[in-house]
Nanobody, 121 residues
Framework: QVQLVESGGGLVQAGGSLRLSCAAS????????MGWFRQAPGKEREFVAA????????YYADSVKGRFSISRDNAKNTVYLQMNSLKPEDTAVYYC??????????????WGLGTLVTVSS
């Protein structure tokens, strides 16, 4: 059974940084491209970033390009999202999911509980 556990969220001032983690189990994590998504209050869930199976290729939503960095550790079945220069508009619940590399759509219907990031102005 697939399980995704996101962590690392919290309250931070604008301009600050956070590092999110997503631990995956119950699936061949090392065979999946992985992505981060977020859902702000009253808005639909949106794509944030994705990383290839090997970790050598990444792509980002325009809104976070240059500020966020996605990485992965296949030995630990974990994907990370380093978020710098945070803005109030980054406030959202952040989720991870498998993706088909090159796509901005999640592959699985299953979602973890997410981790809340709140950026104060």
């Amino acid at each position: 059974q697939v399980q995704l556990v996101e962590s690392g969220g919290g309250l931070v001032q604008a301009g600050g940084s956070l590092r999110l983690s997503c631990a995956a189990s119950g699936r061949t994590f090392s065979s999946d491209a992985m992505g981060w998504f977020r859902q702000a209050p009253g808005k639909e869930r949106e794509f944030v970033a994705a990383i290839s199976v090997s970790g050598s290729r990444t792509y980002y939503a325009d809104s976070v390009k240059g500020r966020f960095s996605i990485s992965r550790d296949n030995a630990k079945n974990t994907v990370y999202l380093q978020m710098n220069s945070l803005k109030p508009e980054d406030t959202a619940v952040y989720y991870c999911n498998a993706v088909r590399f090159g796509s901005t759509d999640p592959r699985m219907d299953y979602w973890g509980l997410g981790t809340l990031v709140t950026v104060s102005s």
